[in-house]
């Protein structure tokens, strides 16, 4: 298994609140720049021959969470498919949150030997199913009353991917990899809308998303059932439904 560390990234720049008296604005990519490195795991099932590596694993990150407050709040909102505005409020505040989940199963196939030449290299194909699910609360509170804009969407992903991997081997128990992959996936979006007491307001959609991966790793393996790495790893996505 192994300990990580990721940080959300990227996203739309919408305008969430204005403050009408300092003119200072809760922005998407301001709470997503307050996204820290989250904490998470990975475990893994390994099946390795002398030309080929099985490998199943699961991702699990903790959860993103920022928030933005502000005085004298407005904010101008979707529902229904109609632009709306809502001031007049003493103080509001914007809460995002983003959760991210990724099992995956992947063939390598080395077309050297993995560890008796200097270099070695392999093609992979792989399958991997990915869930992206995003929160938006934007509370507003008025002199006698309070109100929300909630906004929740959940992605569910599978994907087929192609890559390769590169490795340097300068000695039989140390080794860099440099791994790299693309794929395209199908995505089950949906997204959940709620104005105050208003009913909610769904809407589902499908699209296919690009996935890029890319992975460099230090491993040393000290005996045959032990191997020790570090590494960095980045995931992207196109394509997705996001709450902002």
Avoid at 18 to 24: C, K, Q, V
Avoid at 46 to 60: E, K, M, P, R
Wanted: with cysteine; glycine share 8%; hydrophobic share 35%.
């Amino acid at each position: 298994g192994d300990f990580a560390y990721f940080r959300r990234e990227q996203g739309e720049n919408h305008v969430l609140l204005t403050d009408l008296a300092s003119g200072a604005r809760c922005k998407t990519r301001s709470l997503i720049s307050k996204f820290g490195f989250e904490p998470g795991f990975k475990v893994a099932a390994t099946y390795t021959t002398d030309h080929s590596v099985w490998d199943l694993s699961y991702l699990w990150i903790d959860t993103w969470k920022s928030k933005c407050p502000r005085s004298n709040p407005a904010m101008i909102f979707l529902f229904h498919g109609n632009a709306e505005l809502l001031d007049g409020a003493d103080k509001g505040v914007a809460k995002y949150s983003s959760s991210f989940h990724n099992c995956e199963l992947n063939y390598y196939r080395y077309v050297s030997p993995r560890h008796g030449d200097y270099f070695s290299a392999a093609y992979l194909l792989g399958l991997r199913y990915m869930t992206l699910r995003e929160s938006l609360d934007i509370s507003l509170t008025f002199p006698t009353d309070k109100t929300s804009y909630k906004v929740h969407t959940s992605n569910r992903i599978p994907a087929a991917q192609v890559g390769g991997l590169i490795a340097w081997n300068p000695t039989p128990r140390l080794t860099w990899d440099l791994i790299g992959m693309v794929g395209m996936g199908f995505d089950w979006g949906d997204q959940k809308t709620r104005f105050g007491n208003v009913s909610d307001y769904k809407k589902t959609g499908f699209s296919t998303p690009l996935v890029v991966e890319g992975v460099i790793r230090l491993g040393y393996q000290p005996a045959s059932f032990i191997n020790l790495h570090i590494a960095y790893q980045f995931i992207y996505l196109n394509g997705v439904i996001l709450a902002p």
